[in-house]
């Protein structure tokens, strides 16, 4: 009797659940009408004086510590404290998860910050474009390739609607309501019809930016794009800009910024030049300027275009696009630190 006194009182110690069904069921193993307790007090019934007198008050306590222990179960299940030894009761209700901002987000938002402490503000405009303002007014001719339905997402099979194939689009956008002087930066998603891989997605995100005065000259480009590579990649970066073509640009270039070729991996990801490349620019042509009235003889002005992912991968050492878009929480969570 003694030691089927101590087993019960340990399994009740041992018994946790939160589920009020499983605590009723219990409840009725242990003290129900034919329950382990029950049937202890019926064999009690039958000891002799001596036996009963030392066993009956063990008895009684496992009777009370059951009954209590139920109790507090079932209060507990419907009040849903969580109560025992291995929770932490000092800890805040409610627990609310924090998110974390997305790595593209983190480079966007670096970016525009260093261009509005220069003077430039920040514009937008729709992911839905017509020719004229994705192409035609930014001097692409008739026959230029981009215009191809191999990279372009048209609407509707409406060949006047597509998705825009990059943010220069908004540049028009803002010459047709703004009188220069201009100062603008504008961040948004594009897209382009383009097989997806680990280095190209079919949709992501640019920075572009324009700047229209009297006497801007691409002298002011350069050091403007010098500052933003300062101020983005550290002080002592250093940039080269090497001639390209865009038709909205006259002369353009590609800039690079100096990213050393120390190890393996900087030869990977510069593909052993030490240079990663990382916008387009030019000075604005004189004709995009005469299809959104305003006068090339009076005013001038620059443009880039910066490609977000390429320098979010490279900044977080993200070996495959898709990464970006998957949305997996295992992968965001990691960005939890950063600002
Ligand atoms: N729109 C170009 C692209 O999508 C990027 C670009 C290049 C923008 C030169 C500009 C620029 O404003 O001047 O590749």
């Not at 990059?166 to 019809?193: A, D």
């Amino acid at each position: 009797m003694k030691e089927r006194i101590e087993s019960l009182k340990l399994e009740l110690e041992n018994f946790r659940s939160e589920k009020a069904a499983d605590i009723e069921a219990f409840r009725v193993e242990m003290l129900g009408k034919k329950g382990k307790i029950t049937a202890l007090f019926n064999d009690f019934r039958a000891l002799d004086g001596e036996l009963k007198r030392t066993l009956g008050k063990p008895l009684n306590e496992l009777k009370t510590f059951a009954q209590q222990k139920v109790n507090e179960l079932k209060d507990a299940a419907e009040s849903n404290i969580e109560l025992g030894p291995k929770q932490d009761l000092s800890r805040p209700a409610n627990f609310q998860s924090l998110g974390s901002r997305h790595p593209v987000n983190l480079v966007k938002n670096e970016i525009v910050g260093i261009f509005k402490r220069i003077g430039f503000n920040v514009s937008e405009g729709p992911e839905i474009e017509d020719d004229w303002h994705n192409f035609s007014a930014l001097n692409f001719p008739e026959e230029h390739p981009a215009r191809d339905m191999q990279d372009t997402f048209f609407v509707a099979k409406d060949p006047d609607w597509a998705l825009r194939t990059h943010t220069s689009s908004v540049q028009v956008r803002v010459m047709e309501n703004e009188k220069p002087p201009i100062r603008t930066i504008s961040p948004g998603r594009v897209f382009r019809n383009e097989a997806i891989s680990a280095r190209s997605h079919c949709f992501f995100h640019q920075i572009e930016g324009l700047y229209i005065d009297k006497g801007v000259s691409f002298s002011d480009l350069k050091q403007t794009l010098l500052f933003f590579a300062q101020e983005f990649f550290g002080p002592d970066t250093k940039i080269r800009l090497r001639p390209s073509y865009f038709p909205f640009t006259e002369p353009s270039a590609e800039m690079d910024v100096y990213w050393g070729l120390e190890n393996e991996r900087d030869y990977r990801m510069t593909k052993g030049t030490g240079w990663l490349e990382v916008l387009g620019c030019g000075m604005v042509d004189p004709n995009v300027l005469k299809n959104n009235g305003i006068d090339p003889e009076v005013y001038s002005g620059f443009a880039f275009g910066i490609g977000v992912e390429r320098i979010a991968l490279h900044r977080y050492q993200i070996p495959d696009i898709r990464m970006l878009f998957e949305n997996d929480l295992r992968f965001l969570e990691q960005f939890k630190a950063a600002y």
